[in-house]
């Protein structure tokens, strides 16, 4: 397969195939250019990092390495592999934890871990859902589920539990990462000047601060959060007739 049988492709695909975890290597009829995937997914993570995902093209990332755009598709076919590699990267700065006999620590740690990665890299909650296949996310999920696992939940329970996990963590990451965007200061007193405008029509938000934009790092709240989430995993365990 030559190179020029790639077509530069800057936007997502709306219809997908295997995807990159899936898709066999092509063979390649003549010496690849110098130039490696691992380089390749540390320069997109530099430009996602700064930028977001809507402004990374094939022909920016080539840019940014200084080859030319073919060059990429020795390596890459399109911008949805490169988006996989990257999440799938940055979930490799996640350490899973050491393993210790409580199964909830286990799976805190790890749901904290996750958190601080995707706050670090604050385009990543809006990518995930797409395939996640990659051996740094699948790892770290096993690690999770084999925690819930040992708490006694199987089967669809052992499922949900771990969705409700995952969808808690993403949803945190991503409201805070998504506040990080705005200026603080400007968001601060537009909140404050709202509630005052409307605390009498809604009190209890009001008092609860639901609507202050979340501190730097409020981990405290995540944190109670996540307990209660976790409380509810250990109840749907009991009314499965497991112990936990």
Do not use: C
């Amino acid at each position: 397969m030559a190179a020029n049988d790639f077509e530069p492709d800057d936007h997502a695909s709306p219809r997908r195939d295997a995807g990159v975890w899936l898709r066999a290597t092509p063979s390649r009829k003549r010496r690849s250019p110098p130039l490696s995937t691992e380089r390749i997914i540390a320069a997109a993570v530099e430009l996602l990092d700064t930028d977001g995902a809507a402004q990374l093209t094939m022909r920016r990332l080539a840019s940014q390495l200084q080859v030319s755009a073919t060059a990429l598709y020795w390596h890459v076919q399109t911008k949805d592999d490169v988006l996989d590699l990257a999440l799938d990267h940055i979930f490799g700065d996640v350490a899973i934890p050491p393993e210790t006999p409580d199964w909830r620590d286990d799976a805190a740690e790890l749901i904290r871990r996750w958190r601080t990665a995707m706050l670090d890299h604050p385009w990543a909650p809006g990518l995930i859902g797409r395939p996640m296949l990659g051996p740094n996310v699948l790892a770290r999920t096993e690690f999770l589920q084999e925690a819930l696992a040992r708490s006694g939940l199987s089967g669809v329970d052992l499922e949900v539990a771990t969705h409700a996990l995952a969808n808690y963590v993403i949803g945190a990451a991503a409201t805070q990462a998504a506040w990080r965007t705005v200026d603080s200061a400007r968001g601060h007193d537009h909140a404050r000047d709202g509630l005052e405008q409307l605390k009498q029509q809604y009190p209890t938000l009001s008092a609860s601060g639901h609507l202050d934009p979340p501190h730097r790092d409020d981990s405290v709240v995540f944190d109670r959060g996540l307990d209660a989430v976790l409380n509810g995993v250990t109840a749907t365990g009991l009314r499965s007739g497991r112990r936990s």
